[in-house]
């Protein structure tokens, strides 16, 4: 896959000032405050920043955290996994494998018949189609 490599000036000058900072700086938009919480519609998501497919609504779920969840992406090449141990804590950010966007974390604690699972992405993070 071609990387998107843009310097944060760029980035800062196509995304708005929530997208940037949720995007390139890691931040967290507040819950249940997302566009895609409460979104039941079936379709894509896409990373907002450079529109690689990342999600499906098929494997999207009610996680009553007010994040969008997920049990898995679309394909696992699409994302990419790293620690992150900001804030006195250690999770697993998730991040667009193409562009390096921050999208969120992925936690333990989904449905066990699914794998166990929950991707808690921002809103933000994504555009549907």
């Known amino acids: 896959m071609d990387k998107v490599e843009k310097t944060e000036e760029e980035w800062e000058k196509e995304l708005s000032p929530e997208e940037f900072n949720i995007l390139r700086r890691k931040g967290t938009e507040a819950p249940f405050t997302g566009e895609y919480w409460n979104d039941h519609e079936k379709g894509t998501y896409k990373c ?16 009553g955290t007010g994040w969008p969840s997920f049990t898995d992406p679309m394909n696992r090449e699409n994302v990419e996994l790293k620690l992150d141990t900001s804030h006195g804590t250690q999770r697993v950010e998730v991040l667009c494998k193409r562009c390096g966007s921050h999208l969120g974390h992925v936690f333990e604690d989904g449905p066990a018949d699914k794998g166990g699972k929950r991707f808690c992405i921002n809103s933000c993070a994504l555009k549907k189609e």
């Open 48 to 63: 907002r920043a450079c529109g690689l497919e990342l999600f499906s609504s098929e494997t999207k779920f009610d996680s």
